[in-house]
């Protein structure tokens, strides 16, 4: 059995700077702490927080939107995760859909967006 996260969080960023904050890996390193790598391409492989979370990029569009492939080791299929970012005023509302997170990863894929993605993130700008 799996589940899905959908979340939001207002940050004071434009959204280019928060496309180029998660998907450039010197930046990624700057706001997590730990060493990143991206392709940023489709088919391109990407891992961060020092590889605890790696997959394959599936789609993007600058500014806008980022879709990933995350994987949860090999006896688990893949989770897709969206990434959609939308300018609001001096902020971008940044919106995490994610489907397909095994049970027993839920609650940490929660705590890590909320205190890891969105907290890291909302203190770097």
């Known amino acids: ?39 940023l391409e489709p088919g391109g492989n990407f891992s961060m927080l020092d590889g605890e979370i790696s997959g394959k990029i599936v789609d993007f569009e600058h500014n806008q939107k980022l879709v990933q492939l995350w994987s949860f080791g090999e006896e688990n299929e893949p989770s897709l995760v969206s990434i959609e970012l939308k300018k609001d005023k001096n902020n971008t509302i940044i919106t995490v859909h994610q489907n397909n997170i095994p049970k027993e990863a839920y609650e940490n894929m929660v705590e890590g967006w909320k205190g890891v993605i969105f907290k890291g993130l909302a203190d770097f700008f």
């Not at 959908?6 to 730990?34: H, V, Y």
Request: aromatic share 6%; no cysteine; proline share 8%.
């Open 1 to 39: 059995m799996t589940k899905e996260i959908k979340l939001s969080k207002k940050i004071k960023a434009t959204p280019e700077e928060i496309f180029t904050a998660i998907t450039n890996p010197l930046t990624i390193e700057l706001w997590t702490g730990m060493p990143a790598k991206v392709e």
